[in-house]
């Protein structure tokens, strides 16, 4: 017994200084330390214009550390937000500047997953416990609205008065931010689909790099894939030996949020969700079915993918063994970090007669709760965010104002600048429904049961069909 | 009246007992001893467990939307919605292989590790304590240790598998073993605690039967059918209805793992169900009534349950 | 322990244990040792094929990085989640231990209808009373404080019918000895009954800090910030959006909120078998 206590005890007095040392030998970020200088400086990532690097890409997390509880003054604002990983960084960066810069006021922000993030909105507006201000996506927007507890936003627009030009937002991200005639939030960012391709796999292939060669038919891109798709003894998937069992890199994953690949589709092949009248749901259409098919036969005829279950993307993308990766402006900044990996954006794919990509606006939203002097220092933070819209871009998302737009350099933001243009031209964006994530979650069954080949195309999408309109019904 | 009796037709006081008041008497005191000991506990049961559970049998008669100020009386409404929804039905089949499998995985790993720990060999404290860690384990933990392990394409297993010409195994990804995966899973996580209560009840058999039984010419196998499980019965019988109740509300493993209850719905669970009812559609009447119909298949198979094991067990 | 002899020679069957012991470990050790290693890896390393078990180039940067990490404030989770286990044992043991003697040792009027109530609501799930409880604690202004995290529950049925089971066995000239000193009923209850219950007690607190630690779903739903958020809580929320990213970064925040538990146990666990063997819920 002796020797079991002593032993423990040791166990516990090693495990407790290393966790200690750690720590200690770190340094706890100083709570109040506000984040100098200029993005350009600071931000590593421009790396990712030049396919062959040179450097090695540092992550930023090591070159300052990031603050949840920023500034220092006595007006406090309390700001929820979803945007983990790299973009959420980027953010905090630009209010520690904006803390700087008014002393006045100090904010505590809470980066919150987005399904989570949703749900816990819901539950603290119950509780009375919401935050001052949160940023969500203007697809959210119909149902905060429903609830009544969204500040109507329209007198910070010139033209109820305030200070942000209605006509240097697009027509589709203005859309996007009205429920009922009133306007609810302001707008952060477009954020949407693209590919990221491995430039190395495509030069092996022997395909060019440049995105203006990219096909613009679906036999032609499965062509694309076919090349990309390599088993383990070299052979792609247009030879005859090919080895569909034992692949080695594969030319697409269509288990990356298939939802807004989705969208996405339906939108080339001319369907839609919903109806014009917002109360039938048609993505059971002979559009739907046909978009949807489609990517099943690239995992189970043409053998250019693997099935959605069990499948890491973005994984795998950083391992080297997915060739393109559906996935957005998000993604700059990650694919940046992965040595080794050389990659760039190029538009959504086309698989119908006409081109389409989905995209989603970040928009800051203020409770109807938040009054007198929070209200005051909410809408200043939200203006200097605004105003400071071109430093948001480094985190890979385009910015919404079109005159920031239009400073953004090509040699430092070829994504965002690339993407952003397919947005203006040929985006859609989620339906427009208090109900979209109710809806959104049986179209992701739908999807996941026909990919994983438990369904017929038609079989998914009529079942869903029918859920989402009971669920439309139910409003 | 104690004690007045007639003799030869007079009335005779034999005794007269000393009527001692109610607060007085030994009964009433300790009762009242009794109920002072029950109070704290009786009061939190009642505030957030009795209270709770009689508002949400009210709200299942009713449709209310988290937000919404309306809340509409439907009678059955809910009962019958649910009782029509073949997605219900088959998150419940889902759950009772789910629950089924899992204990009875549980139990005979269990049951194995405590005979090996428990017997006369060196180390059997260290495997004792490491067969309970995966247990000390939060739900999420495990999602993310079995998520990548379990990956088809490029997870450890199937490339382990590889080696022995298994061709890979799409555990997350195949309808028609998901379930299976996420019960094996779920045994390796769990089967730490029934060891520990084993481990308990064979302790608790004593020296002399197996003696008795070795004289007599037993041999292993007769020994442990014989003798070791009549008495651990019991424990197995504790393990099975705890185990049951715990795993058919199985909710992390799901939604972690399978991201949610997939693929499709193949791995979608009662709670799972409930979740995207209560939390998702933010249909809370709905809701309290599918935690309602879930409590009642529990009882059920819980009395099944004791109907078949217990026998002659004192509690 | 318990030996069983076989006619076969002692020590054929030892083998067949060894061996049977020795493949269970190593099921169970792999994944663990699996996750360590990777906890270890740099984002790279990790997305390799074919799988590494070990690093070929360790580091210690995820380590660094989700202790600096700003939105990942683990010190905090930690504090929060030890704090309200712990407050929330230390209820349990308060309020069970006097209810579990009155049900083993006195009599009293709905003695049985009282146990039946409590038998039945095991078989209740936890969801049917979140959302009434979530409504009240709104109601009282708790929401989002540690009150919230620790009160309900605390009325813990199990802990009533372990420590009620361990009692009952207890042998009652102890307290027959206090009885005839003149102790009333909690005389009876601190000499008699508590005094042996050491391992029971010890048992009963692990289970129960163990499932409130590690517990995911009503903290999730009642704590809204950073101040009161629990362990599980903060992981599972950097998880499901770092997970595909960082994801030695979320191990080693894992690893490193596994350990205090971790410790605990292999501390008290002789204690804890103790405790269960002597509720006589293996059997008698």
């Not at chain 1, 990766?325 to 900044?333: D, E, K, M, S, V």
């Not at chain 1, 350099?409 to 203006?424: D, R, V, Y």
């Not at chain 2, 007079?10 to 109070?39: D, G, H, N």
């Amino acid at each position: 017994m002796k020797n079991n206590v002593v032993k423990a005890i040791v166990g516990l007095v090693v495990v407790l200084a290393i966790v200690l040392g750690i720590w200690y030998a770190v340094g706890r970020p100083p709570a109040e330390e506000p984040v100098a200088g200029v993005p350009e400086e600071e931000v590593p990532v421009d790396e990712e214009v030049v396919p062959v690097g040179e450097e090695v890409v540092e992550e930023p997390v090591e070159e300052e550390p990031i603050i949840t509880e920023i500034g220092t003054g006595d007006l406090h604002v309390s700001f929820w937000n979803g945007l983990t990983g790299s973009d959420g960084v980027t953010l905090n960066e630009m209010l520690a500047q904006f803390a700087q810069d008014n002393p006045d006021i100090s904010i505590t922000v809470e980066i919150i997953a987005w399904d989570t993030l949703y749900m816990k909105l819901q539950t603290a507006f119950v509780a009375g416990t919401q935050p001052d201000m949160f940023l969500a996506h203007a697809s959210g927007v119909p149902m905060f609205a429903e609830f009544g507890v969204l500040r109507d936003l329209g007198d910070q627009f010139t033209s109820g008065g305030g200070w942000l030009a209605d006509d240097d937002i697009s027509e589709t991200t203005m859309y996007g931010l009205i429920w009922d005639g009133v306007k609810y939030a302001i707008p952060l960012d477009n954020h949407g689909r693209g590919l990221w391709i491995n430039t190395d796999m495509f030069e092996a292939a022997g395909i060019s790099t440049d995105p203006a060669t990219a096909p613009t038919t679906f036999e032609g891109w499965v062509e694309l894939f076919q090349k990309l798709t390599i088993d383990v003894n070299g052979n792609n998937a247009l030879s005859p030996d090919f080895d569909p069992a034992n692949v080695a890199q594969w030319g697409f994953a269509v288990g990356e949020w298939p939802n807004v690949n989705f969208m996405a589709a339906l939108a080339q092949h001319g369907g839609s969700f919903l109806s014009e009248d917002g109360t039938t749901v048609t993505i059971n259409s002979e559009a739907g079915i046909k978009a949807l098919q489609q990517v099943i036969d690239l995992v189970y005829e043409y053998n250019v993918s693997p099935p959605a279950a069990g499948f890491d993307s973005w994984a795998s993308f950083g391992g080297g063994t997915l060739a393109v990766i559906p996935t957005g402006t998000w993604f700059r900044n990650w694919a940046a970090l992965q040595e080794g990996i050389n990659s760039m954006a190029w538009p959504n794919w086309q698989q119908g007669p006409a081109p389409s990509t989905w995209f989603g606006t970040h928009a800051f939203m203020i409770p109807a709760a938040t009054e007198g002097e929070d209200l005051e220092a909410v809408t200043r933070v939200i203006q200097w965010v605004t105003e400071n819209q071109a430093w948001w871009a480094t985190s890979g998302q385009v910015p919404a104002l079109m005159s920031v737009q239009e400073t953004l350099s090509a040699e430092e933001f070829p994504s965002n600048i690339l993407l952003g243009q397919t947005f203006t031209e040929y985006g859609v964006q989620d339906p427009r429904s208090p109900i979209v994530r109710e809806m959104l979650t049986h179209l992701g069954v739908a999807l996941s049961e026909a990919l994983n080949d438990m369904k017929t195309a038609e079989q998914a999408l009529n079942d869903a069909a029918v859920l989402m309109q009971q669920a439309l019904d139910r409003q | 009246m104690a004690g007045i009796e007639t003799y030869q037709n007079k009335k005779v006081i034999l005794s007269k007992e000393r009527t001692v008041p109610f607060y007085l008497k030994l009964k009433t005191r300790e009762a009242v001893a009794a109920y002072i000991f029950l109070a704290p506990f009786l009061i939190f049961f009642s505030v957030f467990f009795i209270r709770a559970t009689i508002t949400s049998i009210r709200l299942s008669f009713f449709d209310w939307r988290l937000l919404r100020p309306d809340i509409t009386f439907i009678g059955f409404g809910n009962y019958i919605e649910l009782l029509n929804d073949s997605i219900w039905w088959s998150a419940v089949q889902n759950t009772l292989f789910f629950a089924i499998m899992t204990v009875i995985g549980a139990t005979i790993f269990g049951l194995a590790a405590a005979l090996a720990v428990t017997r006369p060999i060196r180390g059997g404290e260290f495997f004792r304590v490491l067969f309970y860690v995966p247990q000390l384990m939060s739900v999420g933990a495990i999602g993310l240790i079995w998520n990548w392990l379990l990956n088809t394409q490029f997870g450890t297993i199937n490339y382990f598998l590889s080696f022995f010409g298994i061709a890979s195994v799409n555990w997350l990804g195949n309808p028609d073993i998901v379930m299976q995966s996420l019960s094996m899973v779920t045994i390796w996580w769990t089967f730490g605690f029934p060891m520990l209560i084993y481990i308990a009840g064979l302790q608790n058999i004593p020296e002399q039967l197996y003696e008795a039984a070795r004289i007599d010419g037993a041999n292993a196998w007769q020994t442990l059918v014989y003798i070791t499980l009549p008495l651990l019965r019991p424990a197995i019988l504790f393990v099975m209805v705890t185990g049951f109740i715990g795993h058919f509300q199985v909710f992390g493993q799901p939604q972690i793992i399978t991201a949610g209850g997939g693929p499709g719905r193949a791995s979608w669970t009662v709670i799972i169900y409930l979740f995207q009812n209560a939390w998702v559609a933010f249909r809370m009447g709905f809701g309290t009534a599918i935690a309602m119909a879930i409590a009642m298949i529990m009882a059920v198979v819980t009395l099944i349950q004791f109907k078949l094991i217990n026998r002659n067990v004192e509690y | 322990m318990s030996v069983i002899k076989t006619s076969v020679s002692r020590n054929t069957w030892k083998i067949w244990v060894y061996l049977f012991l020795f493949i269970l470990a190593i099921l169970i050790l792999f994944p663990l040792v699996n996750t360590v290693s990777q906890s270890f890896m740099t984002n790279q390393e990790v997305n390799v094929f074919p799988p590494r078990i070990f690093p070929f180039e360790p580091t210690i940067q995820s380590y660094i990085q989700v202790v600096t990490q700003g939105d990942v404030r683990l010190d905090l989770w930690l504090r929060n989640s030890l704090v309200a286990a712990s407050g929330y044992t230390l209820l349990v043991l308060l309020i069970c231990s006097p209810a579990a003697y009155a049900f083993s040792r006195l009599n009293f009027p709905g003695k049985k209808i009282l146990f039946a109530i409590l038998m039945v609501t095991i078989m209740i799930p936890g969801q049917v009373t979140l959302i009434p409880n979530f409504l009240l604690l709104r109601d009282l202004r708790w929401l989002d404080t540690f009150y919230a995290l620790v009160l309900p529950g605390a009325a813990n049925v199990f802990g009533l019918f372990l420590l009620r089971q361990f009692f009952m066995q207890i042998p009652r000239d102890i307290e027959e000895a206090v009885v005839l000193d003149g102790g009333g009923y909690f005389a009876r209850f601190r000499h008699a009954i508590l005094p042996s219950s050491g391992n029971v007690l010890a048992a009963l607190s692990i289970f129960v800090f163990l499932g409130h630690y590690n517990d995911l779903f009503w903290p999730l739903i009642v704590t809204n910030t950073l101040e009161t958020r629990t362990l599980p809580v903060g992981l599972s929320i950097i998880q499901s959006s770092y997970a595909g990213q960082f994801r030695p970064m979320i191990l080693a925040g894992a690893v490193l909120s596994f350990i205090p538990i971790l410790v605990v146990f292999i501390f008290f666990q002789r204690q804890i078998i103790k405790g269960v063997v002597t509720t006589g819920m293996g059997g008698r």
